[in-house]
């Protein structure tokens, strides 16, 4: 009886000191791995990290994915480490992986051995996989799974209790990098479509601007063009009246003739072909025409180191316009206001937004600059072409402004008595659908 009570006893002491020796190793493999990618992040930090794993567990592949929002089930790749070295990324397909347990479970995944008989085609697709080690990586903020980190071998693992554990906290900073990746290319995605939304607006504006320059260019061209027209029949009364040289001068003078008509006839064209317009108009919700153009309007006042202050009411209706020209006459005018500021050497930096329903069924934009204000004698011609606020302006946005307001049957105006700085304005009439019409 003593002799087993011996025996019991030096077991228990083996498995005690194994025990030690795992968790020592346990320890130290943690340690060794946030030690090497500790300072990395990105790309680096999961390259480093399937190193590591696959080379302190001595396995054959070890790597970390991301979940793919389409095609479904699908991840790809942040690091890949296959044969001894690190691989190109790839994209997979989940179903019929041992992966696909690992993300649709929820949960750690260990299989020392016999992979060949639960995953017969993944694993000889593999080279012949017997063991697999798998967990989902979770987002820090909200818990979705985003991911899962795996690691295989084509031999059998000797079973470990300490591996969950060691996973789990390997899984904890994979996912917290995860989830900042994701973050940055969600900013990137979103300041790519602001810019792409400002050379849609750019290309609006210069298309405009040519149509509002032509316009002013024809008004003054016209004057000269009828002045040579005069001269040119005052020229052929004169040869009739055998008082000019003959038919050389006669030809000369019918082909200038021709051409001052021709002229003409372009530049009424063109004038009629700008008046006319090409304007989109459809019901569209305001606060979503606004909102959408806040984008472009936080970045260019940031740019400038001037505060947006966007006032927008809790409930705007449906107007019809056309969004990309309306969003250029938002962003003209906090364009204006944000170039006023830098003109001025006021303290205060703030263009204020405010974006408001009136009784009348009209919805009111009020842009407001602690600028220096708007001189008394641009005033009257504000909205002309060629009239402008600013040094170096020439003249055209107001100018564009109020023909896209016009053209949508709105109305725009400078506010009086502001105080300090300016305040431009605008309305847009409120969408009312015509009522479906009755049975005859």
Known sequence: MAMIESVSADEAGVQRALNERQAARFDELVAMINEVTAPLTGG???RSLVAKLAQNLGVDAALVTECLEYPENHVRTLAYWEGGGLSENIEFDLVGTPCEHVISGNGFCFYPDRMSERYPEW??????VESFIGIPVFAPSDGRIVGHIAVFDRRPMEP???VESMFRIIAARAGAEIERIQAEKALRDSEARARQHLNELAHVSRVSTMGEMASAVAHEVNQPLTAIMTYCRTSLRMLKQGRLDPDSLREAMEKSLANAER???????LREFVRRGDIRRRPVPMARLVSECAVLLE????????QLDLQMAAELPVVKADPILIQQVLFNLARNGIEAINDSDHEERVLTVRVFRQDTAQVIVKVTDTGNG?????RDRLFEPFAST????MGIGLSLCKSVVDNHEGRMWLEEDTGSGATFCFSLPEHIPAAPSGPA
Request: glycine share 8%; aromatic share 6%; hydrophobic share 25%.
């Open 299 to 306: 970045t260019e006042a940031h740019h400038h180191r001037v």
């Open 160 to 162: 470990d209790t300490l």
């Open 44 to 46: 680096d930090y999961f």
């Open 263 to 269: 002229t003409q006839r372009v530049v009424h064209k």
């Open 374 to 378: 708007v001189s008394e004698t641009i």
């Open 123 to 128: 694993a000889s697709e593999e080279g012949g």
């Open 390 to 393: 600013r040094k170096q302006g």
